[in-house]
Structure formats: structure tokens, C-alpha cells
């Protein structure tokens, strides 16, 4: 084992990755206690920072007999228990049969393997024996004999460190786990900063910086999905850092569901944070021999600021995160027809916006809501899975072949995961819905969330979908999920087990999607819900791309897709060129400018083509031939925020650098213009100082570093909301 060791003598077991470290320790009473994260300290083992005092009202496990020193209500740990004596924010609870709920976990052994663990059924990083180790810590619980085995993932060239629990009941009776955080991070002080990504529906991942203060704060969701509220990826970061300077941490868990992130900074100024699945609605009963495995959390660390952060995360993601085959190759340009027709169409007005894709260049025709069952609108018909022949007639096959014929790919939506009360499916079987016994149903979008925690359930809704698309050549899927999960009971469950309802409906989402990508391997997968209602690490195991927001409004989508930007690759993020006035905001932006914001990201359009000027064809043209020119940059670069939407009102401009470093994009957007303007002046980042780099539309020539330390000046008056573009070459 080369990055992961333990030292007999010490008890220090040291995790290196190649730019960071991570170091715990078993001490007294064997408790796993936390020591160090952050920048390789060589091997220095960090253990004189625990200093043990006695400590007024914190006290003393039993075992640390007359030594009032000991008290794991300071002691930094890596996971916590309840009822220890740590009053702080804890790892773990479980009730035994008696109705106590104390935890003494204390250390067993461990054990090392070559490759990265995996978790059953659950979305995880992979990796093989020549990209990352693994560590596998066992605590125990003497009494109840829960045995709770710490899985670690090491990936040092990523700079990654994976964590997941496993919780086995090796005992004779019943427990039931109450919480059960995936991680938890003890640091020595509160000195920091918190950012976290909140937002709405079509406002996703707004970037929030707080300073922690005592006490806890938190994120959380208890929408039954990872939600447009509260995204599952945080930053806790020194005071100082910057984009390019600093140390900062980023914390990402691979999960779809309700979720919670805590952090305490607690009375001796110590910060911990657990981030796991939220203990709202949850129990799961571990019978003996059971075994309940956390979802996993992917964490960084960067001593240079949080592009390098962000570069970890992006990086970690496209190479062992997303399996689909798309993940760094071209993707298809598509037309989606939502925002050109709604539910409002039939087969010819589809061919036509097809064929008016084809001829600007573009590669696929995405059919969206509203071709199945009675679905005029969105009352209706989800949970019908069969072509509505009354829109398309002819049904889907002969649509498809004529698409196929002009030379475009087709691709369709679907919304598995949910019913309308006015369905056939509703009509059979009223109890597949979730649904709490006498009480009414709280609707959304006037629909209803189907009790996918039942295997026929799943069964029914997958076998329709795949019959439709066997009966045609359907080369990518939109999997869309409109609502937040509610009336959270399963018929099917007995009511000891309703605590596992949101739980298991995750599980059976993922077992969905994994059939799915199973049976369809060159099937090109993008993920929404509402838009970015489920943007995660745990969607993007399943799928390249996740659409981002559903606005399409290239003003507001520079704030969505910088928050995005932090954690997740842009390659990830789908944004379309949509119609003006814009159907979300009601402002106008030039059609450049609404192909520059969508560049950043997997680009496509949403509008009728068929009403596009002449010149707007010739400037979508353009656009699609460019995008085709650059997108191995945004699949498989570096990307820069050179500025941040949420502190420039004037200009946005952000970067894309290949591996290389023989090629770059500058875009952005210019917000506000003024009289007598400033000279605004960029500096770029990432290129080689000594290299010459060519601006391609002005032919200069300049060195690398001239480019980074003397910056260059923006189109000085082009107006509001007009785009900036510079595409520089190496030499
Ligand atoms: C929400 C999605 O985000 C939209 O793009 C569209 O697919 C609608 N649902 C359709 O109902």
C-alpha cells in the first residue's frame, strides 16, 4: 500500500493524496480520534495538537477512570456516537430495543485493499488498484456489537478522499439507526468561512459566503430530492482565500435524496461538520445480520485558492465519476422543443423543427413533455407510457424514422418517477402512489409521487418506457422529475419500516436509472428536475449532464452556472439558446450573447426554429460550427472565473484552458455599459507565462504572462448585454 499506512508504533494511520494528507489516530480508551487534513505536512504525524485539560461540564467516559482529562466532548473525532458525553453535533444515533440510544464506539481493527470500494445501489466514485486505495476502519459497540466499519477511498493523483459508513448489526437484537452521517471533519478552529449554494426553481445554486459563528449551521433538504434550495456540495475555506489563493475544503455527497450538512463550531472554538443523509423521516431497523451502507461523500482539499478547488472536483468527476461514454467526447447538438411548443404540437410541427434543425447544423431532435397518454397538459396522463397517436400520428417508430432520415438524432422525455390522478395507471392501481392513510394528498404541478420503493412499481414504469424505446431508435433520454416527494408512506411497508420510505425511494430511482444505462450503454443520458432540482455528484453516476435551471435567460444564468461552476464540471451543465423576450424573465439579449452563455455548457437551443430570422440562422450557424471548433475545452479543460456575477455588475467573464495549455476561450457577457467608459482591463489565468499565445480575431500576439500580469481591456462601448469572445492560440 503506498498512500495509505499505519504506524504500529503510534497508531496513526496517514492518507496522502499527492497535494494533501489526512491523519487519525487511535488513542486511549481506543478512540479513533481525528488529527490533520490539509497540505502534505511529510511525515510529521500532527499529534501535539491534542492537548487534553479538564474541562468543566465536559465529561468522562466511564473507562477513563479518575482522568478528567479525557473527555470526547473536546477530543476531535472521526465519528462521532451519541451518548458519549458529546454534546456537539454527532455522527450517529441509534435506538437499541430497550429504547436507550447511547453509541460507545470505540476501535476494532482495520484493513486495506488495493482499488476503491464500492457501495450497493448506490452511486459511488470507482477506481481501480492503480488509482486508489482503500481503508477500512471498524468501530464497535461493545453492548448492541453494531459494528460500523469507516470506508476511506484515496485517489492521489485527483487529490481525492472518499468516506461512506458501513453499519452491520452483529448483535442478537433489533436497532434502529436514527442517523447515520456519511462523514463527519473535526478542524481545530473556527477561523473560517462557509459557502454553500442556494436558490429556488429557476434560480438554482446562488453562491452564499458566511463566516461561521459559534453554534451550527446548516444546509440541508427534506424534499425527498437533493433540491433547487440547498445544493449537497459546501466549501468551508479560510478567511483569506480567494479564487487563486488560500486553503479551502469542499465537501460533496453523492446522493439524490434528503440530505443534511451541519457544522458546529463548538465552545473551545473547534468546527465540526457531518454531512450525510438527513435524520428528518429516517430509521432504518437492522435486524441481526443486517447491513446498511451511508451514501459517500467526496472530499478536497486546495492550498491554492477555489479554481483549484473547483479543477479538483471537475476533474475527479469526468474521470471516475461519470461513466457514460460521452463523458469527454463530443456530445450531439440538440433542439429540444419545450420552450417552441409546450404541450402544444403534432408530428408535423416536430419534423419541421427537426428539419429546421438539420439545417443550421445541429444533431439531435429531443422530444419533450406531452407525447404520451392523454397529455395536453400537465394535469394529465404522467404514468401512461404510450405514444399518444392522437398528436403523433402514426406513432413514435414512423416520427422517428423521418428524423433519422434527415440525418438528426432523436431523443425523448420522460418522467418515470411520478403519476397524475387523471391516468389510467392512477385509475388501476390508486394505492402505487405515496400516500398517507386517511389523509389528503398534497398535490404539485397536480401530480403525484408513484411509491417507487416498490419492485412492481419500478418494474411496470421501466417495462413501458423501454417497450417504446425498442420500438424505435431513441439515442437519448430526459429524465425529468417535477415535484418534491410527499405524502411519504408506502402502502407496502409496514409502519415500523415508514422511516426507510424516502431511503428506499432513492434506492429505487438509482436501480432505475442503472437498468436504464445497463440496457441502453451508448444511450446519451441527461438528468432534471424542474431544471437543477437534483443537481449532484449522485445524478452524474448515472448521467453526463443535468439540465441546469429552467431558466434560459442568459442574464440570469451567469449566476447559475458560476454556483454550478464550484462544484461540478461545466461539461455537466445543459443550456439551450432560447427564444426572446425571454419566457422565464421577460428581458431580451442579443442572440450572440444567448449562444455565448450556452456555450458554457452542453449547448443547445429551445425555440421554434422554424421562426428564426435569416440572420439569427446565420448567427446559430455560427455558433454551432464554433461550440463544435471548442467543446473539447469545455469537456475536458480547465475553466477560470475570471470575475464573479455576484460582485460585478458591469461585465462577466470566465475562461476555458486546454490541458495543454495550447489553446483558449475567453467569453463573457457585458452587463452595464457607461458614458465615458473605464478601460476594463482581464487578466487571464492558466497559460504559460513564457509561451506566445495569438488572439485569433486581431491576429496580436502576446506572451503568456503578458497576457495573465498586464491583462487585456474588454470591447470598450458595445452596449448592454452584449457578448465578449476572445479565442487565443498557442504559437
Ligand atoms: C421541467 C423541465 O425542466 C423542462 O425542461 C421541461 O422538460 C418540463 N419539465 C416539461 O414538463
Redesign the pocket.
Known amino acids: 500500500m503506498k498512500y495509505i499506512t499505519y504506524n504500529e508504533k503510534t497508531n496513526v494511520f496517514s492518507l496522502r493524496t499527492n497535494h494533501s494528507m489526512y491523519q487519525m489516530q487511535v488513542r486511549e480508551h481506543d478512540t479513533l480520534v481525528h488529527l490533520y487534513y490539509g497540505a502534505n505536512v511529510g511525515d510529521t504525524e500532527i499529534t501535539h495538537r491534542i492537548i487534553s485539560l479538564d474541562r468543566g461540564f465536559s465529561g468522562n467516559p466511564y473507562e477513563a477512570g479518575e482522568d478528567r482529562t479525557f473527555s470526547l466532548d473536546v477530543l476531535p473525532q472521526e465519528y462521532s456516537g451519541y451518548g458519549n458525553g458529546d454534546y456537539r453535533i454527532n455522527s450517529m444515533e441509534a435506538q437499541h430495543e430497550d429504547g436507550s440510544d447511547a453509541l460507545h464506539l470505540r476501535y476494532e481493527c482495520y484493513k486495506m485493499m488495493e482499488g476503491k470500494y464500492s457501495l450497493k445501489g448506490l452511486p459511488a466514485m470507482f477506481g481501480s488498484a492503480e488509482e486508489a486505495e482503500t481503508l477500512e476502519i471498524v468501530l464497535y459497540d461493545r453492548i448492541s456489537n453494531l459494528k460500523v466499519h469507516l470506508l476511506y477511498g484515496v485517489f492521489p493523483e485527483l487529490d481525492v478522499i472518499t468516506r461512506a459508513v458501513r453499519i452491520e448489526n452483529q448483535g442478537e437484537k433489533t436497532v434502529t439507526i436514527q442517523r447515520a452521517m456519511s462523514m463527519e471533519m473535526d478542524y481545530p478552529n473556527k477561523h473560517m468561512d462557509f459557502i454553500h449554494f442556494y436558490g429556488r426553481h429557476t434560480m438554482e445554486r446562488m453562491m452564499e459566503r458566511l463566516p461561521l459563528h459559534h453554534g451550527v449551521q446548516s444546509v440541508e433538504s427534506k424534499r425527498g430530492t437533493s433540491s433547487h434550495q440547498h445544493n449537497p456540495f459546501v466549501i468551508l475555506c479560510d478567511k483569506a482565500t480567494t479564487e487563486t489563493h488560500g486553503d479551502c475544503y469542499g465537501f460533496a455527497l453523492v446522493y439524490s435524496g434528503n440530505y443534511k450538512c451541519e457544522i458546529e463550531v463548538d465552545q473551545m472554538e473547534q468546527t465540526r461538520l457531518t454531512m450525510g443523509i438527513h435524520p428528518y423521516h429516517f430509521s432504518i431497523r437492522l435486524n441481526t445480520g443486517d447491513v446498511f451502507e451511508t451514501p459517500e461523500v467526496i472530499m478536497a482539499y486546495s492550498d491554492a485558492g477555489l479554481e483549484r478547488l473547483s479543477h479538483i472536483f471537475h476533474d475527479a468527476y469526468r474521470s471516475n465519476l461519470i461513466r457514460s461514454k460521452y463523458v469527454n467526447t463530443p456530445r450531439p447538438i440538440l433542439v ?1 422543443n ?1 420552450e417552441a411548443t409546450y404541450f402544444n404540437f403534432d408530428e408535423e410541427k416536430l419534423f419541421q423543427i427537426a428539419k429546421a434543425g438539420k439545417d443550421i447544423g445541429l444533431d439531435l431532435f429531443v422530444l ?2 406531452g407525447w404520451f397518454g392523454k397529455r395536453n397538459s ?1 394535469y394529465t396522463g404522467l404514468g401512461d407510457w404510450v405514444v399518444n397517436e392522437d398528436k403523433i400520428k402514426g406513432g413514435l417508430p414512423k416520427l422517428v424514422e423521418r428524423i433519422n432520415g434527415i440525418g438528426m438524432k432523436f431523443g425523448l ?1 420522460i ?1 418515470p418517477e411520478m403519476v397524475s390522478e387523471d391516468s389510467d395507471l392512477y385509475r388501476e392501481h390508486p394505492d402505487w402512489c405515496l400516500r398517507i392513510p386517511q389523509r389528503h394528498m398534497n398535490r404539485s404541478r397536480h401530480q403525484l409521487n408513484l411509491d417507487i420503493t416498490r419492485k412492481e412499481v419500478r418494474d411496470h414504469i421501466m417495462g413501458q418506457i423501454f417497450k417504446v424505446m425498442d420500438s424505435c431508435n431513441v439515442e437519448y433520454i ?1 429524465w ?1 422529475m ?1 415535484r418534491s416527494v410527499d405524502n411519504v408512506y408506502s402502502m407496502a411497508l409496514p409502519a415500523e419500516r415508514q422511516g426507510e420510505v424516502f431511503h428506499r425511494y432513492m434506492l429505487g430511482v438509482y436501480e432505475m436509472m442503472e437498468q436504464l444505462v445497463q440496457r441502453y450503454p451508448d444511450l446519451l443520458f441527461e438528468n ?4 437543477g432540482g437534483r443537481f449532484d455528484a449522485g445524478m452524474l453516476y448515472y448521467s453526463p449532464q443535468i ?1 441546469c435551471s ?1 431558466n434560459t435567460d442568459a442574464v440570469d444564468r451567469l449566476k447559475i452556472q458560476y454556483g454550478t461552476s464550484f462544484g461540478y464540471p461545466i461539461s455537466t451543465m445543459g443550456a439551450h439558446v432560447s427564444v426572446c423576450p425571454n419566457h422565464q424573465t421577460g428581458r431580451s439579449t442579443p442572440f450572440e450573447t444567448r449562444g455565448v452563455v450556452a456555450s458554457a455548457g452542453t449547448f443547445g437551443f429551445e425555440l421554434d426554429l422554424e421562426k428564426l430570422t435569416p440572420e439569427e440562422k446565420e448567427l446559430a450557424r455560427r455558433q454551432i460550427r464554433e461550440y463544435k471548433e471548442t467543446e473539447h475545452l469545455v469537456q475536458t479543460g480547465d475553466y477560470y472565473r475570471l470575475t464573479s456575477p455576484f460582485k460585478n455588475n458591469d461585465y462577466v467573464v470566465w475562461q476555458f484552458v486546454s490541458k495543454d495549455k495550447k489553446e483558449s476561450i475567453v467569453n463573457g457577457v457585458m452587463l452595464r455599459n457607461e458614458a465615458n467608459p473605464h478601460i476594463h482591463l482581464i487578466w487571464l489565468r492558466g497559460l504559460e507565462p513564457d509561451q506566445y499565445y495569438k488572439d485569433m480575431a486581431s491576429g496580436a500576439v502576446y506572451t503568456g504572462a503578458a497576457l495573465m500580469k498586464a491583462g487585456i481591456p474588454l470591447p470598450v462601448g458595445i452596449g448592454d448585454y452584449q457578448p465578449i469572445t476572445f479565442r487565443f492560440e498557442r504559437q
Open positions: 429540444n419545450w419533450d413533455d400537465d422525455w418522467e430526459k425529468d417535477n432534471c428536475s424542474g431544471g439540465w429552467d
